[in-house]
């Protein structure tokens, strides 16, 4: 029998023995679905009776699934019926009833996932989509004895489950990752080194998750993604529950009440020795003010010192009374920030980031607020290239409260005293 050649790019090798865990993550045009593709045709030649199931986190259809990419490398390879490989419609046979399945995760429930039991192999593909739910189905199913489960993906966020299996701070002793990009494919096709051109030049933001296979958050220019990043590997996000002796504060950016005006955010974090614990948040657009007051009390934070921004005590158009004034009858102790002057953007940014070692966040009820910490970034003039401070958009509002919360924080150390320094305080049903 002659040889099978199966070409393997050098940044695969480490993938081609045993292990629980395989992963690769990278850039688009790497090569990883076709060395995946490659791996499990080759050992369905070797191992008789082998049995893998492709997954996706959804499947519509079987268009969505490495079928035709299976399909192809067979026929590169010349392996056919005699052989022992045969495709039908849904699945494909291999020699000595081996078989290949592909199959979409969100349809299977907790009972019908045990059909996979017995599996050798699982290779999901586009892992970055696969829900916790389904890895936590998928890990306990595929468990035969030699049994291996294969990850290929591109990046989307730390936080995703993939991610944080095989990417984390303690990935399973048994996994072997390796990053790929298209640098690393020597048959990277023509086609696609122009499409990787243009976005280069026409979406230098996204580039380098397209391409590079770097988080889809860490924009260029973002203030806050990498801290992100390094909280969630450092396990900084996650159960943080209130400390029920200590204060609880109540960091605010106020919107308006039109459904065109900005929205209002307010995070709620205590400071716990040098740890800030941030324990939630709140965004609204276009309601009335005391809706915001409404969710702080069925949240259980009527007690919360409600810290405001310098235009707290402003009248607004909107409201009748100022924001500090309706939280103060409605029963709050507020403090104001005061105006930083020039720069203040900047310097809420620089305290953001200098705060952010201490930073905990609870993860369940602060996803809206981290999301908009990830985007929220510099704005580039499109011709000169230079940066003209945070661009104003739905990030704004959470990076203004959160800045505030951090400008409080420094100031806190300082200013003890009754209205002089950055602070200005009032007592409960002060007016
Ligand atoms: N082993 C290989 N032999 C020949 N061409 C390959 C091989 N691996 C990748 N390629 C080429 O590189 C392209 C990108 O590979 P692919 O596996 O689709 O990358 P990814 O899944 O990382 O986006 C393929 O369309 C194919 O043209
Ligand atoms: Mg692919």
Redesign the pocket.
């Known amino acids: 029998m002659s040889k099978l050649r199966?070409?393997?790019?050098e940044a695969f090798a480490p993938l081609l023995q045993p292990s629980r865990y395989k992963g690769?993550w990278?850039?688009?045009?790497?090569?990883?679905?076709?060395?995946f593709?490659?791996l499990l045709v080759e050992e369905h030649l070797r191992f008789a009776g082998h049995r893998s199931v492709c997954i996706r986190e959804v499947q519509k259809s079987l268009k969505q699934s490495a079928k035709k990419?299976i399909e192809d490398t067979l026929q590169?390879y010349k392996l056919g019926e005699a052989q022992g490989f045969k495709v039908w419609r849904e699945v494909i046979e291999t020699p000595n009833d081996g078989l290949i399945i592909f199959q979409g995760m969100q349809d299977h429930t907790s009972d019908s996932i045990k059909s996979l039991e017995g599996f050798d192999r699982a290779w999901v593909?586009e892992a970055q989509s696969l829900s916790d739910r389904s890895l936590s189905l998928l890990r306990p199913t595929i468990r035969s004895d030699g049994s291996e489960l294969w990850f290929?993906w591109?990046p989307s966020r730390a936080n995703d489950p993939v991610d944080m299996l095989l990417r984390g701070p303690v990935p399973p002793s048994d996994a072997i990752v390796v990053r790929?990009n298209?640098s690393d494919?020597?048959?990277?096709?023509k086609v696609?080194e122009q499409e990787r051109l243009d976005c280069k030049e026409n979406q230098p933001d996204r580039y380098g998750h397209i391409w590079e296979g770097e988080y889809a958050t860490v924009l260029e220019g973002a203030y806050f993604a990498k801290h992100l990043t390094q909280a969630q590997h450092e396990r900084r996000i996650g159960h943080v529950a209130a400390d029920p002796l200590m204060k609880t504060y109540a960091f605010w950016d106020i919107g308006g009440s039109s459904s065109r005006s900005d929205a209002t955010a307010i995070w709620i974090a205590q400071f716990v020795g040098s740890e800030v614990r941030v324990l939630d948040y709140y965004e609204a657009v276009g309601q009335p003010f005391d809706a915001h007051v409404n969710w702080l009390r069925s949240n259980g934070y009527e007690d919360t010192i409600c810290v405001l921004p310098h235009d707290g005590r402003k009248h607004d158009m909107v409201y009748a009374v100022t924001p500090q004034s309706f939280l103060q009858e409605a029963g709050f102790v507020t403090e104001i920030v005061r105006n930083q002057g020039a720069g203040a953007a900047m310097q809420r940014i620089d305290a953001v980031r200098r705060l952010f070692p201490q930073i905990r966040f609870n993860e369940e009820t602060t996803a809206g607020g981290r999301e908009s910490l990830g985007w929220y970034h510099e704005k580039k003039d499109p011709v000169r290239g230079i940066g003209l401070g945070p661009e104003h958009d739905f990030s704004s509002h959470a990076a203004d409260a959160f800045g505030l919360m951090a400008i409080y924080n420094n100031a806190r150390k300082v200013d003890d005293g009754w209205n002089d320094g950055p602070i200005v305080r009032g007592l409960k049903g002060f007016a």
Do not use: Q
Not at 185 to 189: A, D, E, L, T, Y
């Open positions: 199966i070409p393997t790019a690769v990278g850039g688009r045009g790497s090569g990883k679905s076709h060395f593709a490659g990419l590169k593909e290929s591109n790929a298209w494919n020597p048959w990277f096709p696609l």
